[in-house]
């Protein structure tokens, strides 16, 4: 069901409680399918939203069979490009659990977009040691990059226009389970 | 350019920083308490960096960083090329020895100078107070107060604050005794304010030829500092505190006519080991540094277990981060 | 025969008890009389109908600074600031370079005012040789080439022994003493008044003990000596309540205060946008080297006794100690700024504001700065509309609004606290000797 629900005037639901929770089911599988050996995986939600990603995702793969991921955070702010004052966001902890050297990551985070977070994702775990390899799971694939990065795992891709935005409201951030298009100027 | 505190002004969102909007870091008079929370909270961020194996994030890369420093200091002026230089900015120190400042160049043509380098940010101590005052007044860039005369050592304040909520948690309730020069130190200015807002108890304890006259006569109900206690006597400020700060005593105090000898000074305001049992178990020693041993603190005391001295420069380079990366 | 008729105008003339419609009639340079209905073929008019009429003002104490500090000031621009000002009179203070000790630099001083001043000035010689305080300079000779009075101001006469023996050599001159008072071991350091607002600050502050201990010395010392000590710009409540007491047992003792002591308190150096709470914000407009003056400004407490005192008489006489400085001497932190406020052009402006706060009527005003400063020179000739005096007369706009705007000073130092504030009232035309200066 991929019926886009009208929920205000501006906003248009795109995926749903049931539809979200889907979503990360699959991206664990596919995580684990792509996994064989089961050797464990680390995952590391990038703040605010990819957190909570992060952390369910993994109960997903626990629940599938698979070994339990470490679990980290990343925030991005100090590795930005895009600096600027206004408008800037409240920094969060960092805290990469384990050692990342010749391990697996996968980066989480809720909306691909221009592709500049990651970017900035990547250095900063650059930071914590060279991991043998990094993925990226995303829940929402809006299009628009402005870099060469594609992800690994993806939950829906929306096409979009430069003039939408892509909410993502989580229970634990939003009080709601949903993702919702939205005109550009109005959160 | 004002450095009017915006918490609550429109347009800045819960999830955004209710720093954005601050040009300039005079004195802590003028942050909110969230504003100062933020700080606290961004700190705790850059400990994170400190504790990295590489010390390097390339936040300010391509940023200039002036810090001016007019009288002598090792820590202050350490701890602020650290803090730029783990973060990638490109730190320039211009001292009074050796450059064209000794030579006479004015405050005034030192800041056209610095204005026409196209400096990110400057940092300035100075032994008059208000010269960064002045300085904000005729730059564009940011400046930052690394202290100033009597007046205030703002970043010093912070760190202070960090210190003290990161080992007892909040600061809100907690009693602060502040022993020392009070009539010309202007890390208990800072601390006051930062304090006061937090909403910490707090007591300073001076001999009364280095108490401010205004500060003996007690404050109006309306005033910020309405709760704040002023005492001669040692004890008092001591009994059930959960922070003792010793502050440095200038030991041109004694030429001064401001105290009979440092000896006395010592057996009646020295922060011993006896006096510390009048404080709550558990009470925290804090000293801004450099700290005179024997005098306003004793070794055993300024070393002991509850002494968090150490911590307090290691938190001043995160005190630091955390404002260059708000004020850039 | 040239003849001036100010018609219509409210005449204040203090010293002759006048306070009335009339009109001025001048004919060359001198006051004829003043009446109604005054006419006189061929006579320039000029119409003050809505204004005040009065002597022009005499300053006691300014600041001209030449020679030796032209950057800051020249006899040329001060005496213009002074026309713009309202004053006809100026008394300039010796603490030139070279110091106005001798008779070479007095004489220097009345040729170049002769020359380029366009009203009269005139010099105060200096106490102590160089005002090192150390050895009196030639009060005699200084006397004979016309000084009006000695002060080594700007430093006080620490000594008091040689303090003495200036009031014992001055008295029989018959000319005073005017001390700059101020116990400079207490007020070493200090940069402002001391009280909350330096505490807040964090500049070292000066008591306003520094000011009256000397002020003390200063009255035994005229009692010793039976000399005249005039103190110059008081600016604490002690030093009322002693000149006070000094004057009831007839010391030979006067004072002046200056419009800033009068009008502006120690938080104007908080700057222009704090708040006006004690222990609200400062603004990057606070150190304000501009409020930064000697005597410092006061408390408010202080400043409500400088004003009732000049209603009840203690004071005797206003001047402005008008202070000039380059850019240079004020461009700088507020502890390494000189001391001074450029004052001339703003005096009667402040001063007005006290009259339309009706803290004291402009009758009073005037008096203290016409009658009260010539009784105290010993000078029938002016401070008054006397018939035979000089026409030394300002005519005042009492209502006319007007923003502070340092770039259009006469005067080169653009040095006040003033700047950008809204004034009521100002010279609207000040005449000297006959002829319109401004």
Known sequence: MSEALKTTNEERQVLDQAQLRRALIRIAHEILESNPGNTGVNLVGIHTRGVPLAERIAGFIEEIGGRAPSIGQLDIGLYRDDLSRRGRPLMHQTIIPVPLEHQTVILVDDVLFTGRTVRAAM??????????????????????????????????NIPSSLEEQVNVRLEESDGIDQVVLADKGNR | MTTTSRTGIPGTRPNESSLTLRRHVLDLDDFSRDEIEEVLKNTDVMREVLGREIRKIPTLRGKTIFTLFYEASTRTRASFEEAGKIMSADVINVSAGGSSVEKGESLYDTALTLQAMRADMIVIRHSDSGAPYFLARHLDAPVINAGDGAHAHPTQALLDLFTIKNHLGKIEGKKVAIVGDILYSRVVRSNLWGLTKMGAQVTVCAPPTLVPPDFLAGFPEEHAFSNLQVTTRVEEA????????????????????????????????????????????????????????????????????????EEQVTNGVAVRMALLYSLI | MRTLIIKGGQVIDPKNGLNKTADVLIEDGSIIGVDAGVNKNGAEIIDAKGKVVCPGFIDLHCHLREPGFEYKETIATGTLAAARGGFTTVCAMPNTDPVADSRAIVDFVLAKAAD???????????????????????????????????????????????????????????LPVINHCEVKSISAGGHMNEGWVATRLGLKGIPNSAEAIMVARDIELAELTGGHVHIAHASTKGTIDMVRR??????????????????????????????GDPYGQLKDDAYDPNAKVSPPLRARADVEAMVSALKEGVIDL???????????????????????????????????????????????????????????????????LSPGTPADVTIIDTEAEWVVETSQFASKGKNTPLAGATMRGKAETTIYNGRIVT
Do not use: W
């Open chain 2, 238 to 309: 001591l009994e059930g505190a959960d922070v003792v700060m010793a502050l440095r005593l200038q030991l041109e105090r004694q030429k001064s006519g401001h105290l009979p000898s440092l000896r006395e000074y010592a057996r009646m305001y020295g922060i011993s080991t006896q006096r510390m049992k009048l404080a709550n178990s558990g009470a925290l020693v804090m000293h801004p540094g450099p700290m005179n041993e024997g005098i306003e603190i004793d070794a055993d005391v300024a070393h002991g277990a509850a002494s968090v001295i």
């Open chain 1, 123 to 156: 250095d900063a775990l650059n930071d914590f040691g060279r991991p043998r390899q990094i993925r990226l799971a995303v829940l929402i694939d809006r299009g628009h990059r402005e870099l060469p990065i594609t992800a690994n795992y993806v939950g829906k």
């Open chain 3, 116 to 174: 380029q001043g366009v009203v009269r000035v005139l010099p105060i010689g200096a106490v102590t040789k160089e005002s090192k305080g150390t050895e009196l300079a030639e009060l005699g000779e200084l006397a004979d080439a016309q000084v009006v009075g000695f002060s080594d101001d700007g430093h006080p006469v620490r000594d008091a022994n040689i303090m003495r023996q200036a009031l014992l050599y001055a008295s029989s001159i018959g």
């Open chain 3, 318 to 384: 206003i001047a402005t100690d008008h202070a000039p400085h380059g850019t240079v001497d004020k461009q700088t932190t507020f502890a390494d700024a000189a001391n001074g406020i450029s004052n001339l052009e703003t005096a009667l402006g402040s001063l007005m504001s006290l009259v339309h706060l009706k803290n004291i009527d402009l009758e009073g005003v005037i008096e203290k700065l016409t009658v009260a400063p010539a009784r105290l020179l010993g000078r029938d000739d002016i401070g008054s």
């Open chain 3, 246 to 275: 000094a004057k009831e047992s007839g010391i030979n003792v006067t004072c002046e205060v200056t419009p800033h002591h009068l009008t502006i308190t120690d938080e104007a150096i908080m700057g222009h946008g704090h708040d």
